[in-house]
C-alpha cells in the first residue's frame, strides 16, 4: 500500500536554530496537511494545501512557521525561529479529495527543541 | 463551535474482554467521522469512515457505530495487540478536520 513519506524521522536542535521538514504525499492525492501533534493529545491542523494552494493556514503561527507545496506535490514545513514550545511530533497526511475522504498519515517528525 | 471529545482517556482490558470507545461531537453538518488507530511514535492509521447516522463498518475484532450525537468503537475479545491510542476525528460545514485527544487502551494477556 502506497504510502506518505516524511523526513527526517527524528530532529533534535537549539531554539533560535532554524528547522524544515519534508513531506511527499500518496501519489495523486490533491489534499495534503500539515498538523502538530503534542504527546497526549490530538494531532491539530496548521495548514492544509489543494494542490499548491494554501486553502487554510489560520493556525499556522505565520510570525516563525512557514510550509509550501510549490509544484503541487511533495512539500515543506519550516520553522525558523525555533522555541521550546515547538517540541512535538510533526505530521502529514493526504487525502484524495478535501472533503469526506479520510486523511492518510506518515509516521511524522519527532521534533525536540532543547 | 465543532468539537470532538473522546471518553474514557484510558481504558485498561484483560484479553477477551470487549468493551466500547465513546466519541462525542458537535459539528455543524457532519459531513463525515473518522476512526485512527495510533501506535506510539507512529503515525495514525485510518480504520473506518462513517457518513450517516444508523451506519455500522466492521474490521477483525473492532466495529465502528455512529448515531446523531456520537460514535461507538466496539472491541470484541480484544488482544494484546490491539493495545494502541483510538482516535476520532469530524469533518462538517466547514471542511476542516477536528480530532479528539484518543482513548489510549492497553489490553492485558
Known sequence: EAEVAQSPRYKITEKSQAVAFWCDPISGHATLYWYRQILGQGPELLVQFQDESVVDDSQLPKDRFSAERLKGVDSTLKIQPAELGDSAMYLCASSLAAVGQPQHFGDGTRLSIL | ?109
Open chain 2, 1 to 109: 463551535e465543532d468539537q470532538v471529545t473522546q471518553s474514557p482517556e484510558a481504558l485498561r482490558l484483560q484479553e477477551g474482554e470487549s468493551s466500547s470507545l465513546n466519541c462525542s461531537y458537535t459539528v455543524s453538518g457532519l459531513r463525515g467521522l473518522f476512526w485512527y488507530r495510533q501506535d506510539p511514535g507512529k503515525g495514525p492509521e485510518f480504520l473506518f469512515t462513517l457518513y450517516s447516522a444508523g451506519e455500522e463498518k466492521e474490521k477483525e475484532r473492532l466495529k465502528a457505530t455512529l448515531t446523531k450525537k456520537e460514535s461507538f468503537l466496539h472491541i470484541t475479545a480484544p488482544k494484546p495487540e490491539d493495545s494502541a491510542t483510538y482516535l476520532c476525528a469530524v469533518i462538517g460545514n466547514f471542511n476542516k478536520f477536528y480530532f479528539g485527544s484518543g482513548t489510549k487502551l492497553n489490553v492485558k494477556p
